[in-house]
């Protein structure tokens, strides 16, 4: 999943950004921020000695101070990096992309994981970096990111980009109405399709059932109801961004960035990333 935040990249593009890579290299790097996925850094190094060093190699003056205020991470500066949380040290790298002020930040999955509230904190962060004018571009396998941080998404798949658009476009373009949603295990999923022949999907210990008309929610609770296997928790929502990609990629994704198929058997996941 291909992400834009900020001031429209994907609809007009600088002049700098077609420059030449091999001779006017120089030039883009002033002008670009990237954190790599899994950024890591020297163990003994603290994060105010971190963006004192980047400082040094873009050759220019930041007080560390500020930096790691940006990513709210100044509570920290003087931790050795290995005894940062995997959420420090990825605020760290977002802080080392930005000590030559880029107006492009490249963010590489930057909250594969984190904790979920890890994760919020660096959608904060994220946010407050859009609002000072940077236009920012990330790859996430969290869908529920895409949708809350973007602009505008590109759903990618096999390297080819699928649709694009913003999460309500997409989401119009794509989506097929209701869903009637509850929580159960995926005998209980096969159970309703068998039953039924509507489209049934499970993933994370939810059964979904998408919904024609009133009739079908009537049809597909009675199905439930009649299968005598353990649910709970009954609700109708509408389509979310994680149902399109879902349809137009024919799988759901994992943690780790895998696609997993409807037919593929796992346990579902119920526990918080470490």
Not at 135 to 150: D, K, P
Not at 219 to 235: M, R, Y
């Amino acid at each position: 999943m291909l992400c834009a935040q900020g001031r429209g990249l994907l609809a007009a593009r600088p002049e700098w950004l077609a420059a030449d890579p091999w001779k006017k290299g120089y030039q883009l790097h002033k002008k670009l921020g990237i954190i790599p996925q899994g950024f890591t850094f020297f163990p003994k190094a603290t994060p105010r000695e971190a963006v004192t060093y980047y400082s040094t190699l873009f050759g220019v003056q930041n007080d560390p101070d500020v930096i790691l205020r940006k990513v709210i991470l100044d509570d920290a500066s003087r931790v050795y990096f290995e005894n940062l949380s995997g959420g420090q040290k990825q605020k760290l790298g977002l802080a080392l992309a930005l000590v030559n002020n880029p107006e492009l930040l490249f963010l590489d999955e930057p909250t594969t994981g984190l904790d979920p509230q890890a994760r919020r904190n660096m959608w904060d962060v994220i946010r407050g970096l859009e609002k000072e004018g940077h236009t920012i571009m990330l790859t996430t396998h969290y869908l529920e990111e895409a949708e809350v941080l973007s602009d505008r998404v590109a759903i990618m798949n096999h390297g080819r980009i699928i649709t694009d658009g913003t999460p309500a476009e997409i989401i119009q373009k794509h989506g097929s109405g209701e869903r009637l949603e509850v929580r159960g295990d995926e005998m209980l999923a096969d159970y309703v399709r068998e039953k039924t022949g509507f489209d049934v999907t499970y993933h994370n210990g939810f059964v979904s059932v998408r919904l024609r008309d009133k009739r079908d929610a009537v049809i597909a609770l009675a199905s439930i109801d009649q299968s005598g296997l353990p649910w709970k928790d009954l609700k109708t929502r509408h389509d979310s961004l994680e149902d399109i990609f879902v349809k137009l990629v024919g799988g759901s994704i994992e943690e780790g960035g895998t696609i997993k198929k409807p037919s593929d058997k796992s346990e579902p996941i119920a526990r918080a990333n470490n």
